[in-house]
T-cell receptor, first 111, second 118 residues
């Protein structure tokens, strides 16, 4: 079946740093979604990407839909403590609206 | 409308017991989904309803699992004869159909029910 691989699995951030994470797929996607999940909560949609090459921003977040349609990246600029959480990439199937999630990138604060 | 509500938030049960979780979707959403999330993993699709009809079930949904949405509003997920491997966060989500990109699919998740089987 289709697989979504996210990297890195975890990262430490220091306030003010820019961070980047990516997601690759074993098959071609028509939509890329990026979610954030805080501890004890459900995922919340950050950015949705609909076509190859598309670059979309949401505040300090920027995501791009790779031109091969098999990858996407998410950048967070000038990170702040509340950026801590788990970031997931996902695909949505038009038939049934099912989501398939990657394994997540856990963002932690440097001690 | 306060979003998708799930009850209880936490459940600890002994192996072999039955448990039932409830999900109240956003009222105007006609699709309701159940996902399971184990520690360190992304959520995995279990099943979904359109109104009261259960349209798809994943292979993850063993015979011990049953989901209902009797009146097309709230849904329940029951696990019979729980096993330690059932320990996970069970997430409910709802969306409208047909979905609209400009509404970002209207896909909203609840806060989940964390099940621990001891």
């Amino acid at each position: 079946g289709q697989q979504l691989n996210q990297s890195p699995q975890s990262m430490f951030i220091q306030e003010g740093e820019d961070v980047s994470m990516n997601c690759t797929s074993s098959s071609i996607f028509n939509t890329w979604l990026w979610y954030k999940q805080d501890p004890g909560e459900g995922p919340v949609l950050l950015i949705a990407l609909y076509k190859a090459g598309e670059l979309t921003s949401n505040g300090r977040l920027t995501a791009q839909f790779g031109i091969t349609r098999k990858d996407s990246f998410l950048n967070i600029s000038a990170s702040i403590p509340s950026d801590v959480g788990i970031y997931f990439c996902a695909e949505i199937k038009a038939a049934g609206n099912k989501l398939t999630f990657g394994g997540g990138t856990r963002v932690l604060v440097k001690p | 409308d306060t979003g998708v509500s799930q009850d209880p938030r936490h459940k600890i049960t002994k192996r072999g017991q039955n448990v039932t979780f409830r999900c109240d979707p956003i009222s105007e959403h006609n699709r309701l989904y159940w996902y399971r999330q184990t520690l360190g993993q992304g959520p995995e699709f279990l099943t979904y309803f359109q109104n009261e009809a259960q349209l798809e079930k994943s292979r993850l949904l063993s015979d011990r699992f049953s989901a209902e949405r009797p009146k097309g509003s709230f849904s329940t997920l029951e696990i019979q004869r729980t096993e330690q491997g059932d320990s996970a966060m069970y997430l409910c989500a709802s969306s409208s159909v047909p979905y609209r990109r400009d509404l970002d699919y209207g896909y909203t998740f609840g806060s989940g029910t964390r099940l621990t089987v001891v």
